[in-house]
């Protein structure tokens, strides 16, 4: 139980753009999601933490504009990276908490690398 | 706000020796605490957690992870390293007594020789 799927688990896009980042619970309902970034060979850095229904919270130093966070439903939420440049490339982990371990833990998604070329 | 000091960058260990990876924590409660582990690309495997009770905590693949009050230390071990353990390794605490919401440590890169 407790799985978190994000997809893509790759992505390339180029400079400009804007790209999408799904993650999922799949055998529960996530009531939040948080979203994460880790640069190479660093640490992961919270980016936002999303509630089902409401408007994102971001962490100081995130752009809201840039890094739109949905989430609609009690098992999706999604990233959407808008006019990604290069600086963008990182990995990118969602998690999950909700209905599964009565809110009081959060399960990761597998990550999504993205390439901005 | 709560912090967390991974004093480590990188660990060499031979394999079949034993493996102690440092986590220090700052925070004002009692923390929920937690090892992840994240091989090249992937993304992370919870090792095991603390949140309240005995304080040595059996996590999965062998490993196992003290908490000392005292020393705000969360400690993982493991007695016999095995070559496949080579990954990186995130110590984390949990924000305002919420398991949800985790702060990270800067990470120690372990790599196990033949």
């Known amino acids: 139980g407790a799985v978190v799927s994000q997809h893509p688990s790759r992505v390339i896009c180029k400079s400009g753009t804007s790209v999408k980042i799904e993650c999922r619970s799949l055998?529960?309902?996530?009531?939040?999601m948080f979203w994460y970034r880790q640069f190479p060979k660093q640490s992961l850095m919270l980016m936002a933490t999303?509630?089902?229904?409401?408007?994102?919270?971001?962490e100081q130093g995130v752009e809201k504009d840039k890094f739109l966070i949905n989430h609609a439903s009690l098992t999706l939420s999604t990233l959407t990276v808008t006019s990604a440049h290069p600086e963008d490339s990182s990995f990118y982990i969602c998690s999950a908490s909700g209905t599964y371990s009565g809110n009081t833990e959060a399960f990761f998604g597998q990550g999504t690398r993205l390439t901005v070329v | 706000a709560q912090s967390v000091t991974q004093p480590d960058i990188h660990i060499t260990v031979s394999e079949g020796a034993s493996l102690e990876l440092r986590c220090n924590y700052s925070y004002g409660a009692t923390p929920y605490l937690f090892w992840y582990v994240q091989s090249p690309g992937q993304g992370l495997q919870l090792l095991l957690k603390?949140?309240?009770?005995?304080?040595l905590v059996q996590g999965i693949k062998g490993f196992e992870a003290e908490f000392k009050r005292s020393q705000s230390s969360f400690n993982l071990r493991k007695p016999s390293v095995h070559w496949s353990d080579a990954a990186e390794y995130f110590c984390?605490?949990?924000?305002?007594?919420?398991?949800?919401?985790?702060?990270f440590g800067s990470g120690t890169q372990l790599t196990v020789l033949p």
């Open positions: 984390a605490v949990a924000r305002s007594g919420s398991a949800r919401q985790l702060t």
């Open positions: 603390y949140f309240s009770g005995d304080t």
């Open positions: 999303s509630n089902e229904g409401s408007k994102a919270t971001y």
């Open positions: 055998d529960f309902q996530a009531t939040t």
